[in-house]
């Protein structure tokens, strides 16, 4: 059983940065994709992006493109989403996602969730 935990969300000023960790144990990690999701009071569940087992391959939303980046480190079982130039319609809880595959999608297992708030 994969278990994820999030981290690194909280309260940041438009225009500002911050970078979300998601831990991964109990599952083979570095052979998974990985997805980030976010989630607003009030509307659906978004991807915001994906990498693919081996980092080589990265995919975003077009509502974050050019300004959030996803990252992975297997030795560490972590991978990151670096945010910067926030907006306060990035406020939302932030989730990652395992995939059962080695590329994106097929997401099986889920954290907990982050906020992250964006507001001056």
């Known amino acids: 059983q994969v278990q994820l935990v999030e981290s690194g969300g909280g309260l940041v000023q438009p225009g500002g940065s911050l970078r979300l960790s998601c831990a991964a144990s109990g599952g083979s990690f570095s052979s998974s994709a990985m997805g980030w999701f976010r989630q607003a009071p009030g509307k659906e569940r978004e991807s915001v992006g994906s990498i693919n087992w081996s980092g080589s391959a990265t995919y975003y939303a077009d509502s974050v493109k050019g300004r959030f980046t996803i990252s992975r480190d297997n030795a560490k079982n972590t991978v990151y989403l670096q945010m910067s130039s926030l907006k306060p319609e990035d406020t939302a809880v932030y989730y990652c996602?395992?995939?059962?595959?080695?590329?994106?999608?097929?997401?099986?297992?889920w954290g907990q969730g982050t906020q992250v708030t964006v507001s001056s």
């Open positions: 996602a395992a995939s059962v595959s080695r590329e994106p999608g097929r997401y099986a297992y």
